[in-house]
């Protein structure tokens, strides 16, 4: 059975400055998150409030659209869970009407946002 070995994981990085005297600056990878993808969203909303703030303070347009990246990870999640959608239902065509994605949610869970955005 191909679609047993079909895996999808959704997995979101973080990263941190790390910054000794006399030493060059260093982006240190801090952890891998297996279960939150909200930040995937709420990231783009960020990128944009930054821009908006920055546009407000003065700065040039063409510095921010520079210092502030274009962030597009929520389009690129669903895409990402789409395509995942699709290769299984190529892989096991006798269950296509019975196939779904499914978010599961804990019970009690404290982080709304993972839920909801």
Same mark, same amino acid.
């Given at each position: 059975n *191909?679609?047993? +070995?079909?895996?999808?994981g959704l ?9 000794? *005297?006399?030493?060059?600056?260093e /982006?240190?990878?801090?952890?891998? +998150?297996? /279960?939150?993808?909200?930040? @995937?969203?709420?990231?783009?909303? /960020?990128?944009r409030?930054h ?15 520079? @210092?502030? *990246?274009?962030? +597009? ?6 895409l @990402?869970v789409?395509?995942?959608?699709d290769l299984? @239902?190529?892989l %096991? ?12 949610? %804990? *019970?009690?869970?404290? +982080? ?6």
């Open positions: *191909p679609y047993n +070995n079909v895996r999808f997995l979101r990085n973080d990263f941190m400055l790390h910054a000794l *005297p006399g030493r060059e600056t /982006i240190r990878q801090v952890e891998i +998150n297996t /279960i939150s993808a909200s930040f @995937a969203m709420l990231s783009c909303k /960020i990128s409030m821009r908006f703030l920055l546009g407000r303070a003065g700065a040039d347009q063409a510095w921010i659209a520079d @210092a502030v *990246p274009e962030n +597009n990870t929520d389009a690129a999640v669903a @990402a789409k395509q995942a959608f299984y @239902a190529r %096991q065509p006798l269950l296509h009407a019975s196939r779904v994605a499914v978010m599961v949610v %804990q *019970p009690h869970e404290r +982080n709304a946002f993972d839920q909801f955005y």
